[in-house]
């Protein structure tokens, strides 16, 4: 048997053989995880599936990083995996993925708000317009709007510029304006 072999019976699954830690994924995950983990839990409501679903982002992070590096965007790359990997999980736990429903129970407008059922019945259908997003719009909302993430943060975690974060805010409000209607507004900007 050579050395690059695997050394199991037939039909296990080979073992991951330990590399030396690679110190620029290592930054990558440090920089990363704390916003991928909060994206996560937002649309699958639980902070263990969250961690879950990205630690297994890591993992094939780490299986393909040569890939990962010599891409033209890596934190774009990175992003759309974690992306996946999050409707996946969602799917496997029979779950809808991408449903914001509940975050409309925790907005700034309706801790704020003078009538909290009227709130809650514009927030919702907020939620629901969103899902009508692309899903960069969507990302980029949920960031803005949900995390309360500057532009230049949302650009760092997505791969793209800010001038892109602030051009899809803007896109994705006209469409959010265009669905809901001209009068109702995204929770005063919140």
Known sequence: MSENQ???RPGAEPMIQQQPPDHAFTAFHQMKRPSYV??????????DDAEEAVDSTFEHLYRCWDKVLSSDNSDGYAWTIMRNKVTDHAR???RRPLLLD???FNTVALRDAVDPFGQITESLALMRAMRLLTERQLDVMVMTYLHGLKA???ADALGVTSATVRSTVRHAARRLRSILGPDRTMEGRR
């Open 38 to 47: 909060r994206y996560a839990e937002t649309f699958l409501h639980n902070r």
């Open 102 to 104: 509940d975050e409309a």
């Open 92 to 94: 496997a736990r029979n």
């Open 152 to 154: 230049a943060e949302v």
């Open 6 to 8: 695997s050394r199991t």
